[in-house]
């Protein structure tokens, strides 16, 4: 699979933006998703996951707490395409932002979804730059 992540720009405190990974190759649906950002002069953090397919269509969510309540991942089977929707977006958000694709464990849970090591595919980077 290969992954093209696209939405990123320049926004204000508390606007919204909506960031897209669209795959090519194979179907997201039997992958857990992740997004995760890197800041200047920073390491590599977990912002947000959505497990593999389950019986409904979708897939359990995990959040990292800077972005809990703010921040939305979702992901459209059909399109083929997996979406973190950021609102009330705040300066320490800016940083480069990339999605990645970990392959699918055993039940539902997504284990390992906050580890850059779980995951087997990367799109580039998106920059996300919000101003004060």
């Known amino acids: 699979v290969q992954l093209q992540a696209s939405g990123g720009g320049l926004v204000q405190t508390g606007d919204s933006m909506r960031l897209s990974c669209a795959a090519s190759g194979r179907t997201l649906g039997s992958y857990g998703m992740g997004w995760f950002r890197q800041a200047p002069g920073k390491d590599r953090e977990f912002v947000a996951a959505i497990g593999w397919r389950d019986g409904s269509g979708g897939g359990s969510t995990y959040y990292a707490d800077s972005v809990k309540g703010r921040f939305t991942i979702s992901r459209d089977n059909a399109k083929n395409e997996v979406y973190l929707q950021m609102n009330s977006l705040k300066p320490e958000d800016t940083a480069v932002h990339y999605c990645?694709?970990?392959?699918?464990?055993?039940?539902?849970?997504?284990?390992?979804?906050?580890?850059?090591?779980?995951?087997?595919?990367w799109g580039q980077g998106t920059q996300v730059t919000v101003s004060s």
């Open positions: 990645a694709a970990a392959w699918a464990g055993s039940g539902s849970y997504f284990s390992g979804y906050g580890s850059i090591g779980r995951y087997a595919v």
